[in-house]
């Protein structure tokens, strides 16, 4: 077994390799990239150097500590092993190609962090001569149930049983809120005793920029999220369309892209179906539809709207939402996951029932008929988002979390080579 000796790590030589969907975060619409571009901005501000390894071809880009994941020709076993059971052997691939950039850069990484997803850990960490953490980024029990797969789907079986052999495989945990961790614990019968809340970190935003009401449109709103079951873009549509009866002047701007709505029936309906079902023809010019926007685009569309709406199915923590509230935005989400945590009912933002669409409408209306109290859980969503997400205080959890991971990996290391 191949063994590094590593001293306690300490911001001068701790070095962080991040697993990204891909990259850059301005051109790529999730949530991980997001996360992690993030992550590697305030691990720099602390001293900490840190490297990503991106699962899909990068798009154009000037960073140099950003590469692709390489990945090796397939075998005639991987050949035959892919018509066998497809859903293993691509889990195997990319966890080995993983390994093998894990082993290439062990000299010059401390630890890696990396999505649970496909149980890829399980490739990885028995044999990584560096600590891997798992990052709950969105369990599939989570996020795939909540985009309208069947749980009995023996697809949706198989990751759910990978990645439980992943988290059960890695050095350490984190998850961005406890809601994912409770649940995460009770759905796959682990204990994690290790594990910890580190919330996810969200940009912080000059007080000049923050969400004005004399800036804003009084009846506009505002989504940001793709269209589909999992970011609830069915239930805002049929909210919009209650609004828009007693509200005239409202109008909804709808940003992200159309992935489609998983019906009971399999079906897969696109936005345009949906708006025609949904929402009555002589309101349907209301709805301003512009598809995927870059991270840089997103904010002069809040300064306009008067709400900010997340009517999300689940959210591990909801990255979207916390931006605007750092923005000082009012905002009303589904009381959905780790969107329970990030606002404060009745305090920074309003929480609708989940899947609930006259709720939903019902608590937009109340922001649209108050806009004093949108006022002022702005301002409180701004300060607080300030307080729990800031990018330094983050890092510091998130660098402190790491040495402890590090230091027991070597604890551990040293015991099963010496017997």
Known sequence: MMHIDMAVATKSTLSVAFLSPGWPAGKVPNGIVSYTST??????????????????PPQEHNDNFVKELAREGRTFTDKVLSRVAPIYASAKSTGNAILHDVRENASNTSILEMEESYGWIRFVAPKSPVPIVARLHGPWFLNGIANGLNEFDESVIKRDQAEKLGLEAAHGVSSPTLDTLNRTRERFGIELPEAQVIYNPVPLVDRANHWKLSQAERGRLLFV???????????????????????????????????????????????????????????RS??????????????????????????????VFGI???EAMMMGCPVVAANAGGLGEVVTHGRSGLLANPGDAKDLAAKIGQMLSSPDQAVAMGAEA??????????????????????????????????????
């Open 320 to 322: 979207a939402t916390a």
């Open 225 to 283: 999220g793709r269209f589909d079951k999992h970011k609830g873009g069915d239930v805002m549509l049929d909210a919009f369309a209650i609004i828009a009866r007693e509200y005239p002047e409202a109008r909804l701007t709808f940003v992200g892209p159309d992935r489609g709505l998983i019906e009971a029936n399999g079906k897969v309906t696109k936005f345009e179906d949906y708006l025609r079902r949904a929402v009555p023809e002589n309101v």
């Open 382 to 419: 701004a300060r607080d988002a300030a307080s729990r997400f800031a990018p330094a205080a983050v890092a510091a959890q998130s660098v402190a979390f790491y040495e402890r991971v590090i230091e027991r990996f070597k604890r551990i290391t040293r015991f099963r080579d010496a017997g």
């Open 286 to 315: 209301r709805v301003e539809y512009l598809g995927f926007r870059s991270h840089e685009q997103i904010p002069s569309l809040r300064e306009r709207a008067m709400v900010t709406i997340a009517p999300s199915r689940y959210e």
């Open 39 to 56: 992550m590697v901005d305030a691990l720099r501000a602390e001293g900490v150097r840190s490297r990503v390894i991106s699962t899909r």
